[in-house]
Every structure is written in structure tokens, then in C-alpha cells.
């Protein structure tokens, strides 16, 4: 049996290829990534490992206004610990989908109507999980994004308590059946993920061509059929799923 020979390469990420601003300045991360070496196998047959980091604004910068639509959030910090006290290793670490507006844009106009944002500063906010441009600013992590990226305010710890903006819609996930129709006990790993569940909040609702709120399909107590890949997931201080997404993706009421 023939043995492959590993060898360390090191891996420089460049902006090149980016747009560059004044005052903003991307990181510059070096990776170091094994390549195997093979009979007709070079490292040319490798492409170029990129790494996202987050944008630093210089600090000669003492403020960030944002344009049209757009919201600056202070990222919440991501939790170390368990709800028991027990320290996370990095890799556990959930990234933050919360933090506080610290500053918005003037809005935007949808046909003759100014629309007001249904956000302002101090607001605690929950947003897409891939939403927006991260920044980091005086030392802290923000994030620019648009209003429309904000999934709706929360002003306490639990998801239960999340108010919806525009067509969003919460959804507590129904509990997975536990076995088959003819009575067989099933595995974790066998239950399927349900795409099920009952409303509990919604929103003010989508706008029209001018401007104007169109009203939201589904009402807080209806049992619902999502699309199984829509949306942000949560977990409540219960343990109960919940998941908020778009009014659109709700596909049928059940009874």
C-alpha cells in the first residue's frame, strides 16, 4: 500500500479583486491548509482559499451614518457559557443573530408614501442569520444591514417574545412524532424535522406599490405547513423550536 506525503502550505487571503474605501480596510488573514501530494497531482490543481473577515473601520472615523434603508446594529456578544454555567468551547459558540440599533438611515419611498422604519436607536433587534456587511468599529463588531434584514424586536431573552416586522411571522415548531403510524418507536436520528407548527406572532405585513401595509394571511393559533428550508430557527428558554420567516413561505393552514 502506498503512503501519501502530507506538506503544510501557507495560505495568504488578499482583498484583491474587492472595491476598496477610504477608511475601511479589510483583515488580513493567513491560513495554513495541508495539501496531499500525489502521483500527477500538483498544487496547482488547488484553488485559492478565501477567508471572509469582518471590515475594520479606521479609527481616525468617529461616526457611521447609514444611507436610504439601512440600519447599523451593535452585535450582541455571543454566549461562553450554558444556562447551567458550563463554559463552551469556541466551536460551540452560536454567532449572535441580535444586538441594538445604534443608528438608521432616512428611510426610503415606496410610490408617494415616506415609510417611517419601524426601528430606531436603542432598539434590540433579531436579524437573518447572513444578513448585512459586518463592521468593526471602536472595537465592537456591527453590523450594516437593511430594515428589511431585521426579523423584529426583542426586548427580552426569550424568542417567545419576538414582535415580527413587516410579513415575517413566528412560529412555534410542532414536536417531531416520536413513532411510525403503525406504532414503531423512532430514533432521534430517524425522526423527520416537521415543517408544522402554530403561529404565535405576526407581523404588520408586507407593502404594496404604494406604500400602503397588505394584511398577513394567518392569524396567531392557526397550525401551519412552512416550506422546510424557510426561515431563521430558534430555541426558547423552554427548549420549544421556533422559527421566524416570511408570510410567503407559509404554504397552508391546517385544521
Not at 405585513?205 to 416550506?227: A, C, F, Q, W
Request: a neutral charge.
Amino acid at each position: 500500500m502506498s503512503a501519501a506525503q502530507l506538506t503544510a502550505t501557507s495560505v495568504t487571503v488578499s482583498s484583491r479583486g474587492l472595491p476598496s474605501f477610504e477608511g475601511l480596510r479589510n483583515s488580513s488573514v493567513k491560513v495554513s491548509a495541508f495539501v496531499p501530494l500525489r502521483k500527477n497531482l500538483n498544487q496547482r490543481c488547488f484553488s485559492t482559499l478565501v477567508v471572509k473577515a469582518a471590515t475594520v473601520v479606521a479609527p481616525k472615523y468617529t461616526s457611521i451614518t447609514p444611507l436610504a434603508d439601512r440600519v447599523l446594529v451593535k452585535i450582541k456578544e455571543a454566549e461562553e457559557k450554558t444556562s447551567g454555567g458550563i463554559l463552551l468551547p469556541t466551536t460551540a459558540v452560536t454567532k449572535p443573530q441580535a444586538g441594538e440599533v445604534v443608528a438608521v438611515g432616512e428611510g426610503k419611498t415606496v410610490g408617494k408614501n415616506k415609510i417611517d422604519f419601524s426601528v430606531k436607536t436603542g432598539t434590540k433587534v433579531v436579524y437573518s442569520k447572513y444578513a448585512g456587511t459586518e463592521l468593526e468599529f471602536n472595537g465592537t463588531n456591527h453590523l450594516l444591514l437593511k430594515e428589511d434584514d431585521i426579523v423584529g424586536i426583542l426586548e427580552t431573552d426569550d424568542i417567545q417574545d419576538l414582535k415580527p416586522l413587516n410579513e415575517r411571522v413566528l412560529i412555534k415548531v410542532a414536536e417531531a412524532e416520536q413513532t411510525t403510524a403503525g406504532g414503531l418507536l423512532l430514533t432521534e436520528a430517524s425522526k423527520e424535522k416537521p415543517s408544522v407548527g402554530t403561529v404565535v406572532a405576526v407581523g404588520p405585513g408586507p407593502l404594496d406599490e404604494e406604500g400602503n401595509r397588505k394584511p398577513i394571511s394567518v392569524s396567531p393559533g392557526n397550525t401551519v405547513m412552512y416550506s422546510k428550508y424557510a426561515g431563521n430557527e430558534f430555541k426558547g428558554k423552554d427548549g420549544s423550536e421556533y422559527i421566524a420567516l416570511r408570510a410567503s413561505d407559509v404554504m397552508a393552514v391546517l385544521s
